[in-house]
């Protein structure tokens, strides 16, 4: 079933011959970003969704969170349900953290998961998810990654050039 779901996911996303910038979301830009070369990547319905590799070791969604930046603690709680919806109880969570730019500003909370699967064993998920915050906007986007131990370790750089090329779109 994995190797169905696999197959039809990356049917959806074209393959990036170099490092490409993209403009999220599409039509009225917030934020720019960009895709490291190689990774496959796809943008509908409001969400940008790219892999990087066949395995899906590392995936990254963007997408607008429903809370607005007024609402920091509600906008949190739906970064959680969503995960706890997929992992329950095989989720923790670290501490939050802030950071950011100059024109933007992020909310990090960093959680790993471990679950047991019938031809894996146990397997341990690691979840970078960026609450991201504008000076001039009260819109909040979730740009989120997610991956397996061994696409962590594999992709680890590309995703922290990711995160080091947000900036507010001009």
């Known amino acids: 079933m994995k190797t169905l779901i696999t197959a039809a996911f990356l ?32 943008q509908e319905d409001g969400v940008l969704s790219a892999a990087a590799s066949e395995e899906l070791d590392m995936l990254l969604v963007v997408r607008p969170l429903e809370a607005t930046k007024k609402q920091g603690s509600e906008a949190l709680a739906e970064v959680k349900a969503a995960l706890d919806k997929v992992y329950g109880d095989a989720i ?17 909370l960093n959680s790993t998961a471990k679950t047991q699967t019938a031809d894996e064993g146990e397997t341990t998920s690691y979840i970078n998810s960026l609450i991201v915050t504008f000076p ?35």
């Open 11 to 42: 049917l959806t996303l074209p393959i990036l011959g170099n490092a490409e910038e993209v403009a999220y979301p599409e039509g009225n830009p917030l934020m720019t970003l960009t895709i490291p070369e190689g990774w496959r990547s796809h």
């Open 92 to 108: 923790e969570y670290d501490k939050l953290e802030e950071g950011g730019t100059e024109n933007l500003g992020f909310y990090i």
């Open 136 to 170: 001039d906007s009260d819109q909040l986007l979730l740009v989120q990654f997610l991956a397996t131990e061994a696409g962590s370790k594999k992709h680890g750089e590309a995703l922290g050039e990711v995160v080091a090329s947000l900036k507010k779109a001009e």
